[in-house]
């Protein structure tokens, strides 16, 4: 008698949600299941790997741990520098931080998981480059609270689908920013108050969060909100003038005594066309219009 084994039914895949242009790292899956020790290195950043599990994270985009420690209070600059000289060549500065009584365990992991949250969203973002490892490198903070990769990948994920809700264009986390010139009004919040007060035409969003001592993440909510209500834009998307041309004036009459020859047949010099009018008001309802189907 021939037995017939049924196979196993297949189990559906879960699938993340994910909006146009996402990409992660192949790269920083596989080490994370090789449980490598290293720094991953791409163009927003380095995420640095202890047996598979991210310790540290740091971007150009974003204040690092020290400036959040400072800022909020939890550490002096003096501190800090003690800090490095003393246990960074040991691979222990966060240790020696919490045994030498300068800060709490809690608070270290705090502000530790905020600086590796927020930098990581900024090296995992798209990238046309390829990404570099150094195997064996260990940072100089030492163990703090490792974070799985799996953990990371998900909250960047979040991250970007969040601010895509709030505003999908993404001008405005890169290029210097301009303010529109429309009033505040009293829905903006203070914290959005101090990123307004911050923009000059030169600064962008990483400028502005380092200038405040904040997490650049939230600096990038703040902005993608003030940019929805018609406050803030990329100073790339404001239009530049309009330069009218204008038409030479005609020469002087030659003189009486002069022999003219007979003209030639001149091209019509077309009229210039007057400039497109924009009205300010309905630019405004576009950007909310497409704000509110962004929701």
């Known amino acids: 008698m021939t037995t017939v084994r049924t196979p196993p039914p297949t ?3 879960r699938q993340r949600t994910q909006i146009p242009g996402n990409g992660l790292s192949p790269l920083l899956d596989r080490l994370a299941a090789e449980q490598a020790t290293g720094v991953l290195m791409r163009d927003g950043g380095m995420l640095h790997l202890s047996g598979g599990q991210l310790v540290y994270a740091e971007s150009p985009a974003t204040p690092g741990l020290d400036a959040l420690l400072i800022a909020r209070g939890a550490l002096d600059e003096e501190g800090w520098r003690e800090a490095i000289a003393q246990a960074g060549p040991l691979r222990q500065v ?3 931080l919490v045994d030498s009584g300068r800060i709490g365990q809690g608070a ?3 502000c530790h998981l905020g600086a590796l949250y927020d930098a990581a969203y900024f090296v995992l973002g798209p990238s046309g480059a390829p990404a570099r490892f150094r195997h064996g490198e260990a940072h100089w903070l030492g163990p703090v609270r490792p974070v799985p990769v799996a953990a990371v990948e998900r909250e960047t994920l979040r991250r970007r689908e969040l601010l895509h809700r709030i505003w999908p264009d993404p ?3 890169r290029d210097p920013l301009v303010r529109t010139g429309l009033p505040a009004g009293p829905a903006v919040t203070s914290r959005q108050r101090a990123v307004l007060e911050r923009i000059d ?5 990483a400028d502005i969060s380092r200038a405040l001592g904040r997490p650049a993440f939230h600096t990038l909510v703040d902005l993608r909100r003030l940019a929805a209500a018609g406050l803030v834009a990329a100073r790339a998307a404001v239009p530049a003038p309009v330069v009218h041309a204008t038409v030479p004036a005609p020469l002087a009459p030659a003189p009486a005594h002069t022999t003219v ?4 047949a001149e091209t019509p010099v077309p009229a210039a066309q007057p400039a ?12 909310l219009r497409d704000a509110l189907e962004a929701l």
Do not use: M, N, Q, Y
């Open 171 to 173: 001008a405005t986390d």
């Open 94 to 96: 966060g240790r020696f």
């Open 276 to 287: 497109p009018f924009a009205d300010p008001h309905i630019t405004f309802l576009k950007r």
């Open 11 to 13: 189990l559906p895949v």
């Open 261 to 264: 020859s007979a003209p030639a």
């Open 108 to 110: 270290l992991e705090l």
């Open 201 to 205: 035409g030169v600064r962008t969003a």
